[in-house]
């Protein structure tokens, strides 16, 4: 591999169990209020950082935080990683707006996130 893969860890990802009270915390944390505010999704844009808060951890079944690496070839990254020991546990999926993401396990079952912006 040649140059950095990606571009840091702009993205986390936190599952929440109570949305309302959740955004409300956040909120005060942060100093501001969300930027998309849904049932199934609230976002926070700050310092060059996007906060996320997920209901009930999503269809993706989170039970932590996920810290979401950005990345410039996700499924170059994809394949590097997993070629390194990670195995894949989301596949490469469109969320929105030309982004993708893709989850990845490593060998002591942290999950780490891949984003890409298209």
């Known amino acids: 591999m040649t140059g950095s893969s990606t571009q840091g860890i702009k993205t986390v990802l936190h599952p929440v169990s109570d949305l309302a009270r959740s955004k409300a915390v956040y909120a005060a944390l942060l100093g501001i209020a ?3 505010d849904t049932a199934y999704y609230v ?3 700050t310092e060059g950082q996007h906060i996320g ?3 009930d951890g999503g269809p993706q079944g989170m039970t932590s935080p996920v810290a979401y690496w950005h990345v410039h070839d996700i499924e170059a990254t994809l394949a590097e990683v ?3 020991g ?3 546990k989301e596949a490469v999926h469109e969320v929105g707006a ?3 993401v893709a989850t990845v396990v ?3 079952g942290n999950v780490l996130g891949l984003l890409q912006d298209r």
């Open 86 to 88: 990670g195995t894949v």
């Open 53 to 55: 808060l997920v209901p």
């Open 98 to 100: 030309g982004r993708v």
């Open 43 to 45: 976002g926070f844009e």
């Open 82 to 84: 997993t070629a390194a």
């Open 106 to 108: 490593d060998p002591d």
């Open 34 to 36: 969300p930027q998309v």
